[in-house]
């Protein structure tokens, strides 16, 4: 969520020392831009900041296409091993690329090269949506291609096609609304497919330690969280977000508590109280 800008690099590296001091893994923006500039590798290099918790390298599924076409990953791969991560997470952002300028509009082929990377990459791969959900039949097959997580990403959170299209030289004849509540909810693919094979983090419209609690009933391994953090580092630096680090854990144990549930493993195994329109818009996730 903090690439390709000058702004995003203090960013990523407040967000990692609260990683640190938290305990908790932390993933960088896109690293399309050090790709392009090798010169900003200090902006990224977030090991000697956040020595003992998982860091995670962030890239374009997009971008895939064209590091293959260059040397087969292998620039991809040796940056990757100087960064000192823990594994790079690959992101699909089909939406978002349609309305941004200049975005990279030529899909052809990228099932192919996303499990040719998750193949030859020297390190596990998280392959994540960007606010509107991965279907269960893509999760199966990234799954079997040998992603180490799959990240559903779903829509509630920020939207990045919204987003994209509010720029000043985005498309004159598309505001991008009729696309303001499209994708699946979070909720809905984690209840979909969470469960499976414990191999699903959840991330998209996580706001509160309550959301974090609920996600792991679904069956998620794992919740991410980018804006409220976001905003908190922009308002008060490392100090901020560890305070609402705080605050998140205190509700999440407050809702496990109340659940009856000593452990994560406990929660992912609690009874569920779903609503019958829920019930319903899972049945139709589920024939996808």
């Not at 900041?49 to 890239?59: E, G, H, K, R, T």
Request: net charge negative; proline share 5%; charged share 20%.
């Amino acid at each position: 969520m903090t690439g390709g800008a000058e702004a995003s690099y203090a960013i990523n590296k407040n967000l990692a020392r609260a990683a640190q001091a938290a305990n908790i893994a932390v993933g960088t923006g896109s690293m399309r831009i050090l790709l392009e500039q090798p010169a900003s590798f200090g902006d990224f290099h977030l090991r000697p900041i956040a020595p003992d918790v998982p860091i995670f390298s962030n890239l374009g599924a997009q971008q895939l296409l064209a590091e293959k076409r260059r040397d087969g990953f292998k620039t991809l791969c040796e940056l990757n091993k100087k960064l000192e991560v823990d594994a790079i997470a690959v992101h699909l952002n089909p939406g978002q690329e349609l309305y941004q300028p200049n975005g990279e509009r030529d899909f052809r082929g990228l099932k192919n090269v996303v499990a040719d990377f998750i193949e030859q990459a020297n390190l596990p791969v998280i392959i994540k949506e960007t606010g509107f959900g991965i279907a269960p039949d893509e999760v199966d097959f990234l799954l079997q291609a040998g992603a180490a997580y799959v990240d559903v990403a779903g829509a509630g959170g920020t939207n990045w096609l919204l987003v994209e299209a509010q720029q000043p030289v985005a498309n004159p004849l598309d505001d991008g609304e009729s696309f303001r509540d499209w994708g699946w909810p979070t909720a809905l693919l984690l209840a979909a497919v969470g469960h499976a094979n414990g191999r699903i983090l959840a991330s998209g419209g996580v706001r509160t330690g309550l959301d974090v609690a609920k996600a792991l009933a679904l069956g998620a391994h794992s919740v991410g969280m980018a804006l409220p953090l976001l905003r908190a580092v922009n308002t008060g630096g490392t100090d901020a977000v560890l305070t609402l680090l705080a605050s998140i854990e205190q509700t999440l144990k407050t809702a496990m508590l109340l659940s009856g549930c000593v452990n994560a493993a406990a929660l992912r195994n609690a009874p569920l109280d779903a609503s019958a329109n829920f019930e319903y818009r899972l049945n139709q996730v589920r024939l996808v």
